[in-house]
């Protein structure tokens, strides 16, 4: 037993210098480790946080619920001209039938969706995450920006999604992508955002989220979601060389989409605000150009007559360089304020001027108190009456001509309705308005005009 006591003591003994000696080594280990981890060591080991830590299903529970299928039904009239000339009639209906996704943004039952899923649709269906089926009825319609808001009247109170803020999302954030891609309704995909204020079109007027989530034909109108499923944008359109998913695809940011319907659900069309400049985003080359050191901003080549803009003082060869707190660097940038705004909002600009720093508040004009002016000859927007009487949905009215170098077209040109600006259809002012300030004044325009005799002539001016 004595024996046995003995070997017990120096058995605890030694446990115990066993453990003191390991604290000692941990303790000098952990200190160790805290100097290198506060002294500027660039080999020390970091350790990044991967997607398989995000977790997704939340963001997709919310979503999945509030997005839905859209049908759309076209009735398509077509002539067989040898049928017709040798048989009489000729003349066919057929009925199309085009899908596509849209997303719940009120329990009772108003739904955004693209202007091209539902365009020149007879009848509209939407059916729920839930499989139930509505008939739905078109609210309005902003083609620009490719919206569009319908309502269906359901027996039920609707999950719907909840708006997220488009203007505070990062390049490298994680989102989702939720609709229906060739009718595989719910369909889920991931990706990050790689872009924002990206631009697609010659006037530089629209302004769209970037991502590589996979999105398909039948995803247009669907929801892109943060990881916390608030609402981001609307897909509305991809970048492919075979029409599917190649790795890029846009959408238009939430902010953007929810002041279209506010306006749509109040006022019944889009009201929309207009700086009043001209001119284009800055970079080394369009420095060298205009002969100036500010390689970053928007660059004012032309002030509009009557606008918010001309009224506070703006002047040509000014360099916009933020809208109220949003920095500028291109035209996206710049369209991206601006269509969250209406006529008479202020908006609080920063600019460069003769190597100063000058901000002014500049209330935004409505568009169609804007007249436009570009080598002598000036256009101003269709009226009501304008495009009954032509048949059109889309073009500008030339209102003067000034150019001395025009005076024997003057009377002829005056009242005609320009239908193409070089390849670019001449859809409204504010497009054709934005594209020709790109231009120089001395550079040829071809036009494609529609006279007041309804016979169409093409001209370069």
């Given amino acids: 037993m004595k024996n046995l006591g003995s070997l017990f003591i120096v058995s605890l003994m030694s446990g115990a210098v066993t453990l003191g000696a390991y604290k000692f080594i941990e303790n000098r280990k952990t200190e160790s480790d805290s100097i290198i981890t ?13 997607a398989e830590s995000i977790d997704f299903t939340t963001g997709a529970e919310k979503a999945i619920h509030s997005v839905v299928h859209v049908k759309n039904v076209s009735v398509r009239t077509y002539t067989d001209p040898w049928a017709s000339f040798f048989y009489g009639g000729g003349t066919q209906q057929h009925e199309q039938i085009g899908t596509g996704s849209g997303v719940i943004v009120s329990e ?6 693209n202007n091209h899923v539902i365009q020149d649709a007879n009848e509209l269906e939407v059916t729920l995450n ?11 319609t902003d083609s620009k920006m490719d919206i569009a808001l319908l309502k269906i009247d359901a027996d039920e109170k609707l999950p719907f999604i909840v708006f997220g803020n488009s203007d505070n999302i990062k390049v490298g954030e994680w989102v989702l992508a939720v609709g229906n891609p060739y009718q595989l309704n719910s369909t889920v995909t ?3 955002i790689s872009a924002k204020a990206r631009n697609l079109d010659k006037a530089s007027i629209q302004s769209f989220i970037q991502t590589d989530a996979a999105v398909n034909p039948g995803n247009s109108g669907g929801a892109l979601v943060n990881t916390n499923g608030e609402l981001i944008g609307i897909n509305t359109m991809i970048s492919s060389p075979t029409g599917s998913y190649a790795g890029y695809s846009f959408a238009v940011p939430s902010n953007i ?5 506010e306006d749509l659900m109040k006022f019944g069309n889009v009201q929309r605000g207009i700086l009043g400049v001209e001119g284009g985003e800055l970079n080394a080359e369009a420095a060298k150009k205009y002969g100036i050191k500010q390689t970053e901003g928007f660059y004012v080549n032309k002030v509009n007559k009557n606008s918010g803009a001309e009224k506070v003082g703006i002047e040509k060869g ?3 360089l933020k809208l109220d707190d949003t920095k500028i660097a291109s035209s996206a940038e710049m369209a991206t304020v601006i269509n969250t705004k209406r006529p008479n909002d202020i908006v609080k600009v920063t600019l460069l001027r003769d190597g100063k720093n000058l901000a002014l508040n500049v209330p935004l004009t409505k568009k169609e108190l804007i007249a436009y002016e570009f080598n002598g000859i000036e256009f101003e927007e269709l009226d009501a009456n304008d495009k009954k009487r032509f048949n059109l949905k889309s073009g500008i009215k030339i209102k003067q001509v000034t150019n001395e170098d025009y005076k024997e077209y003057a009377e002829y040109l005056k009242g005609s309705i320009v239908t193409q600006v070089d390849n670019m259809r001449a859809v409204d002012m504010e497009s054709v308005s934005a594209y020709l300030a790109k231009k120089e004044v001395t550079e ?8 007041k005799n309804g016979q169409i002539y093409r001209f370069f001016l």
């Fill in 190 to 192: 991931a990706g990050i």
């Fill in 257 to 261: 989409t929810k002041k279209i319907i």
């Fill in 130 to 140: 839930n499989n139930k089926a509505y008939k739905a009825k078109l609210i309005g």
């Fill in 108 to 113: 009772d039952g108003y739904i955004v969706t």
């Fill in 318 to 320: 000014d360099v916009i």
């Fill in 38 to 50: 506060t002294s500027p060591n660039y080999n020390k080991a970091v350790s990044f946080t991967g």
């Fill in 444 to 451: 040829k325009t071809h036009y494609q005009i529609l006279a």
